[in-house]
């Protein structure tokens, strides 16, 4: 019993270590992104585009992340009379706690965040005898959500999903705009502690 005993104590011993090795002290990453924007005019529009992340980690299974995305949306269409062009472009930029609950220690990494901000959206319509008009907002962003990280190499991880409700304000005195948005892509850990 007392073997047993003493077994289990060096094994504890060394592998507490081991565990708080497996903790990046940075992480950064991109990918791409999806949005599904609802518009002022209580429509919804699909938007792709991009997004880049980032974490520092701060305490145990707490990290303070941050992300900036740009999302498009382009149409273009053609009559007998006019043809139309139009683009609508979102960029947001956040900041936010991000918690890893399971830690980094597994294959699979699981997270959770929530990130508050600021978005920009512009507007560009350019109709064929007519003159262009272009608006743009800037106003306060929250999201909330998370997304799992699967490990292949010992610094990189791919971004299996990430799943966020958002809600922005980019219009003053208008109602909030529930949005949601995914994204994949690549991790890079640096500095493992």
Same mark, same amino acid.
């Given at each position: 019993?007392?073997?047993?005993?003493?077994?289990?104590?060096?094994?504890?011993?060394?592998?507490?270590?081991?565990?708080?090795? !497996?903790?990046?002290?940075?992480?950064?990453?991109?990918?791409?992104?999806?949005?599904?924007? !609802?518009?002022?005019?209580?429509?919804?529009?699909?938007?792709?585009?991009?997004?880049?992340?980032?974490?520092?980690?701060?305490?145990?299974?707490?990290?303070?992340?941050?992300?900036?995305?740009?999302?498009?949306?382009?149409?273009?269409?053609?009559?007998?009379?006019?043809?139309?062009?139009?683009?609508?472009?979102?960029?947001?930029?956040?900041?936010?706690?991000?918690?890893?609950?399971?830690?980094?220690?597994?294959?699979?990494?699981?997270?959770?965040?929530?990130?508050?901000?600021?978005?920009?959206?512009?507007?560009?319509?350019?109709?064929?005898?007519?003159?262009?008009?272009?608006?743009?907002?800037?106003?306060?962003?929250?999201?909330?959500?998370?997304?799992? !990280?699967?490990?292949?190499?010992?610094?990189?991880?791919?971004?299996?999903?990430?799943? !966020?409700?958002?809600?922005?304000?980019?219009?003053?005195?208008?109602?909030?705009?529930?949005?949601?948005?995914?994204?994949?892509?690549?991790?890079?850990?640096?500095?493992?502690?």
């Amino acid at each position: 019993m007392k073997n047993l005993i003493g077994l289990f104590i060096l094994a504890l011993i060394f592998c507490v270590p081991a565990m708080a090795q !497996d903790v990046p002290k940075y992480e950064i990453g991109g990918g791409v992104a999806y949005r599904s924007f !609802d518009q002022f005019s209580g429509t919804r529009i699909n938007m792709g585009g991009w997004a880049a992340y980032g974490d520092y980690h701060i305490w145990r299974f707490i990290n303070v992340a941050g992300e900036i995305a740009g999302t498009y949306n382009r149409n273009s269409s053609s009559g007998s009379v006019n043809k139309t062009n139009s683009s609508t472009d979102i960029y947001s930029f956040l900041v936010g706690p991000q918690l890893y609950p399971f830690g980094h220690a597994h294959k699979i990494t699981a997270f959770a965040h929530v990130l508050f901000g600021g978005g920009y959206y512009t507007n560009h319509v350019n109709q064929v005898g007519f003159t262009p008009f272009s608006i743009s907002y800037f106003g306060p962003v929250w999201m909330g959500g998370g997304g799992l !990280d699967w490990k292949f190499r010992e610094h990189w991880s791919i971004r299996l999903i990430q799943a !966020d409700y958002e809600q922005t304000r980019l219009l003053s005195g208008a109602p909030a705009q529930t949005n949601y948005r995914a994204s994949i892509g690549l991790v890079y850990r640096f500095r493992e502690k």
